[in-house]
């Protein structure tokens, strides 16, 4: 039994025009939310959608989780760079060092994301969406492979990756020191759903790996907001 990762959440001001930004930066069609937000469909092996739903708070700091975007030459990471910039990006400095091949660039909303050098050797294997790195402890990583059975693909000094069976990005967590949390809530969130459909077993097994129930006002919804053993926000669907 495990869980299966169906989204990755962004809170946004204007999810309308955040959609269409990354839209043109994946090549991903969107679709109409139920939940009056936008979900960009993977055109590729990614896995996973992408939703962008209202929300009013304003982002407090840097996310904990980002994209990094592979490149397959420096022209094609040029190219990446100018498409994101002429769709409203801009250039953000997080004290990269000017010999770092990386591009780090921030969405229309300020959502950092990073377009990776050609020849990065931990990318080799991965598609256009070439990792979600985030800030998170070993046992946030040893969780996650767990709770979605997907392999370490990598456990090193802290820091450990995850990636699915079937391919697409790694996810990623960078080990300490931890970043603390801004605002109410960590931006973006995991929407997951149980493979089976129980969603109370599946809750029950997310909780004995180390998860914990998390009350943010939801009320009376099918979801079941829970937070990993670092604390970050995740949702289990219901049927």
Not at 23 to 36: K, R
Not at 118 to 146: I, R, T
Not at 170 to 185: A, D, F, H
């Amino acid at each position: 039994m495990s869980s299966r990762l169906v989204a990755l959440t962004f809170p946004a001001s204007e999810p309308a025009g955040l959609a269409a930004f990354w839209s043109g930066v994946l090549g991903w069609d969107a679709s109409a939310d139920p939940d009056a937000g936008v979900t960009l469909l993977p055109a590729d092996d990614t896995g996973f959608r992408i939703r962008f739903v209202p929300s009013d708070e304003p982002k407090p700091g840097p996310n904990q989780m980002h994209f990094d975007l592979t490149s397959s030459s420096f022209e094609d990471q040029q190219a990446t760079v100018d498409r994101a910039l002429a769709l409203g990006a801009e250039h953000l400095d997080v004290g990269q060092l000017p010999e770092e091949g990386h591009v780090v660039l921030a969405d229309p909303e300020g959502n950092e994301f990073c377009v990776i050098e050609p020849g990065n050797n931990f990318l080799a294997d991965c598609g256009f969406v070439g990792a979600l790195a985030g800030d998170g402890s070993q046992e946030c990583g040893y969780f996650w492979a767990k709770a979605l059975d997907w392999p370490l693909v990598w456990d090193q000094d802290e820091e450990t990756a995850i990636r699915s069976p079937l391919g697409g990005p790694k996810v990623t967590w960078g080990g300490p020191p931890l970043e603390p949390k801004r605002g109410s809530t960590y931006r973006p969130h995991f929407e997951l759903a149980p493979a089976d459909g129980d969603q109370r077993t599946e809750v029950e097994r997310l909780v004995s790996l180390g998860a914990t129930r998390v009350d943010l006002g939801q009320g009376d919804v099918s979801r079941v907001v829970l937070a990993d053993p670092d604390g970050h926000e995740f949702c289990l669907l219901g049927s």
